[in-house]
């Protein structure tokens, strides 16, 4: 079965009130699905746009925004939640600070599926903005998801950059994960990009990599954003050889789309010139 993926360059908007972001989403979604995408991932802090419907005092507040959002957050859930059943399509919007406890979040990446259905996946591998300026928690869980186009993971951003939570997804039979992302700087850029293609090439499977992209100097928490969404695959006979299926021009603002098939990470993995998801347990030898 081909699967369309659609990928996000996502660039952060200013808006006076939920209507307008809501219509964003909208177009955003209709767009990708127009192209027939199945599977639509956007960027990893792209909802921290919505705290421009707060004001200025709000906005310019770490602490103030991660707070204000939470009044939006059953609104965000009912809106991808219908777009993903109306579409019959599996959306990745991106990640939502969510708050557990009184000053305490989790960045959340929800998965939103075509018979609508939800689940998610918490940031477990924090960065040192998150930990030292904005106070964001660890998740606690990793998960695998079962979906109609099959077994999908989330790593978020930072996750990527860590080989054995992308080792123990695929060994619970994920095929294709999904990276939302979001960096400030070119080297972050490549630090997440570097971390897809090698989950790519030592698992054998598909990584998909979504970024927000472009300034947004009003923003205390996505200002500047530097990136390219891109859709990474195995390097070996049937695949690019490369490893790069789609790549989107840098920090431009698109959908990046490549159509996969599941079925070939199972050729690749029994018929490959090398078996890096097989030879895996080999390094244990040495170890």
Not at 246 to 262: C, P, R
Request: net charge negative; aromatic share 12%; charged share 20%.
């Amino acid at each position: 079965m081909s699967i369309k993926i659609a990928s996000a360059q996502y660039d952060i908007g200013f808006f006076k009130d939920w209507s307008e972001y809501q219509a964003k989403i909208e177009r955003w979604v209709a767009e990708a699905v127009t192209a027939k995408a199945n599977i639509l991932v956007f960027p990893e802090y792209a909802s921290m746009e919505l705290a421009s419907i707060f004001g200025e005092e709000v906005y310019s507040s770490l602490s103030a925004q991660l707070d204000a959002m939470q009044s939006l957050h059953a609104d965000f859930i009912a809106l991808y939640q219908r777009l993903a059943w109306e579409h019959k399509c599996l959306i990745q919007p991106g990640t939502f600070p969510v708050q557990l406890t009184k000053g305490e979040y989790r960045n959340r990446a929800y998965l939103f599926m075509p018979d609508g259905r939800s689940d998610y996946q918490d940031k477990l591998q924090m960065t040192r903005f998150e930990n030292e300026q904005w106070l964001i928690k660890s998740g606690s869980e990793l998960k695998v998801f079962d979906t109609d186009f099959g077994k999908i993971a989330i790593n978020v951003c930072y996750d990527s950059e860590f080989p054995l939570l992308a080792r123990q997804q695929v060994e619970a039979g994920a095929d294709l994960i999904l990276v939302p992302s979001c960096t400030d700087t070119l080297a972050g850029y490549h630090r997440v990009r570097i971390g897809c293609q090698a989950r790519a090439l030592e698992n054998q499977c598909y990584v998909v990599q979504a970024s927000v992209v472009g300034n947004a100097p009003w923003s205390e928490a996505v200002d500047v954003n530097i990136g390219a969404a891109a859709i990474y695959t195995p390097v070996d006979r049937s695949f690019p050889d490369n490893g790069i299926l789609a790549m989107g021009e840098l920090n431009a603002v698109q959908w990046v789309y490549a159509d996969i098939s599941l079925s070939a990470i199972a050729t690749v993995r029994q018929q490959g010139q090398v078996f890096n998801y097989r030879d895996w347990p080999l390094q244990k030898r040495f170890l």
